[in-house]
């Protein structure tokens, strides 16, 4: 296997809805700002893998009419979908493409516009089994409802505790020009926002965004004569748990996950995560699912993952800050949202992260999670290659 780094990350302003682009434009702006990142010219990628899910988006298999925008025109293009992780799963495609020495240069690229979409709850909905869950009327929501609820029963996590995650994750997006939602809360605002099924409030749950992310992958070679200062990735992992919810042997606990993290870490050398990984962007589109993936990962111990954002650990200054850019709970292109989680990873390793920047950043994490949190992939970032 060849040694792959990231060279060059480009994302748009993601808003509610751009009215002022169609899928070809939003697209070619993303990837157009990754190759400028990159200082490259766009002949020189080689292939793309693209990520998005056609239901949000308003129009069938738009990776058809968007491709060509970013630059896919006489070559190489792969569609990915692994549902909330398809972002991350199309940066995994591109490195391994990369790593395997098909090809040098492989952009990835995730585009989405929920905005188009007449009702993304709606369809969010219809990711519960037909025959045996979604007659009991449970949604995408529940995917943070019900750990939540077991959480608090099993081992006395708060609503105050899941609060912080939003006041924290608001408070970081403040400092990141891409982000969708730019304002920032109180803990009592979120404990007095609207419920959307009990326990989350609404400000403890994702917004719907439209935008794009293009992520550039280079060989080691190629790497060096592009950049003095790549993210090299140093490991990828994914996993794919069963698709019924209920057959969880515990929603407070993300076995799988667990599992996927060790493998990474394994392989990378990471022997305690929490000293050992400088920043992490963890895929939190509900305030529940910080707590549970911190503990999954081996941040904390079981049950101890709300103690990490009471004693500011997870913060912008605390030993391991969780989500700079304010992390989905303030951005959400659904199908693009797991590269972001990779492109700011890499952002930090890279140097370029501006006001969101952690200091003196050697090794990043990021995460995806998709369907029934069934999918689960992981991609680690260093300033030095392993």
């Given at each position: 296997?060849?040694?792959?780094?990231?060279v060059?990350?480009?994302?748009?302003?993601?808003?509610?809805?751009?009215?002022d682009?169609?899928?070809?434009?939003?697209a070619?702006?993303?990837a157009?700002?990754?190759?400028e990142?990159?200082?490259?010219?766009?002949?020189?990628?080689?292939?793309?893998?693209?990520g998005?899910?056609d239901?949000?988006d308003g129009?069938?298999?738009?990776?058809?009419?968007?491709?060509g925008a970013?630059?896919?025109?006489?070559k190489p293009?792969?569609?990915?979908?692994?549902?909330?992780?398809?972002g991350?799963?199309t940066?995994i495609?591109a490195?391994?493409?990369?790593?395997?020495?098909?090809?040098?240069i492989?952009?990835?690229?995730?585009?989405?516009?929920?905005?188009?979409c007449?009702?993304?709850?709606?369809?969010?909905?219809?990711?519960?089994?037909?025959?045996?869950?979604r007659?009991?009327g449970?949604?995408?929501?529940?995917?943070?409802?019900?750990p939540?609820?077991?959480?608090?029963h099993?081992?006395?996590?708060?609503?105050?505790?899941r609060?912080?995650?939003?006041?924290?994750?608001h408070?970081?997006?403040?400092?990141?020009p891409?982000?969708?939602?730019?304002?920032?809360v109180?803990?009592?605002?979120?404990?007095n926002s609207?419920?959307?099924?009990?326990?989350?409030?609404?400000m403890?749950?994702?917004?719907?965004?439209?935008?794009?992310?293009?992520?550039?992958?280079?060989s080691?070679?190629?790497?060096?004569?592009?950049?003095?200062?790549?993210?090299?990735?140093?490991?990828?992992?994914?996993?794919?748990?069963?698709?019924?919810?209920?057959?969880?042997?515990?929603v407070?606990?993300?076995?799988?996950?667990a599992?996927?993290?060790r493998?990474?870490?394994?392989?990378?050398?990471?022997?305690?995560p929490?000293?050992?990984i400088?920043v992490?962007?963890l895929y939190i589109?509900?305030?529940?699912?910080?707590?549970?993936?911190?503990e999954?990962l081996?941040?904390?111990?079981?049950g101890?993952?709300?103690?990490?954002?009471?004693?500011?650990?997870t913060?912008?200054?605390?030993?391991?800050?969780?989500?700079?850019?304010?992390?989905?709970l303030?951005?959400?292109?659904?199908?693009?949202?797991?590269?972001i989680?990779?492109?700011e990873?890499a952002?930090?390793?890279?140097?370029?992260?501006?006001?969101?920047?952690?200091?003196?950043?050697?090794t990043?994490?990021?995460?995806?999670?998709g369907?029934?949190v069934?999918?689960?992939?992981?991609?680690?970032?260093?300033?030095?290659?392993?």
């Amino acid at each position: 296997m060849k040694r792959v780094a990231v060279v060059g990350v480009g994302q748009t302003k993601f808003v509610s809805q751009r009215k002022d682009a169609i899928h070809p434009e939003v697209a070619h702006e993303a990837a157009l700002a990754a190759i400028e990142d990159a200082g490259i010219p766009i002949e020189e990628v080689e292939a793309l893998t693209v990520g998005t899910m056609d239901p949000f988006d308003g129009i069938d298999c738009c990776d058809r009419w968007f491709s060509g925008a970013a630059g896919g025109f006489n070559k190489p293009v792969i569609r990915i979908n692994t549902a909330g992780a398809t972002g991350m799963s199309t940066g995994i495609a591109a490195y391994e493409q990369v790593a395997s020495g098909l090809f040098d240069i492989v952009m990835a690229v995730g585009e989405q516009r929920v905005g188009e979409c007449h009702d993304a709850q709606s369809l969010l909905n219809t990711c519960m089994c037909p025959y045996h869950e979604r007659a009991l009327g449970a949604g995408a929501v529940l995917l943070g409802t019900f750990p939540a609820t077991r959480h608090m029963h099993k081992f006395g996590s708060t609503n105050e505790q899941r609060a912080l995650s939003a006041v924290k994750a608001h408070q970081n997006a403040m400092n990141n020009p891409h982000a969708h939602l730019q304002f920032e809360v109180t803990v009592d605002q979120v404990l007095n926002s609207p419920i959307v099924e009990w326990p989350l409030r609404l400000m403890e749950c994702c917004p719907r965004s439209d935008g794009a992310v293009g992520v550039i992958f280079a060989s080691e070679d190629v790497a060096k004569k592009i950049t003095d200062r790549p993210a090299w990735v140093n490991g990828v992992s994914s996993i794919a748990d069963g698709p019924f919810f209920g057959d969880r042997p515990d929603v407070s606990y993300r076995a799988a996950l667990a599992i996927a993290g060790r493998r990474l870490f394994d392989k990378c050398g990471i022997k305690n995560p929490l000293k050992d990984i400088d920043v992490a962007e963890l895929y939190i589109p509900f305030t529940t699912m910080e707590i549970i993936q911190a503990e999954a990962l081996g941040f904390c111990e079981e049950g101890q993952g709300g103690r990490l954002l009471e004693e500011g650990i997870t913060w912008m200054g605390g030993e391991m800050p969780i989500c700079p850019s304010g992390g989905v709970l303030c951005t959400n292109p659904i199908g693009a949202t797991a590269l972001i989680r990779a492109a700011e990873a890499a952002i930090q390793v890279m140097g370029k992260g501006g006001k969101r920047q952690v200091p003196n950043v050697e090794t990043a994490l990021a995460s995806g999670l998709g369907g029934m949190v069934q999918f689960h992939t992981l991609m680690l970032f260093g300033s030095e290659p392993r």
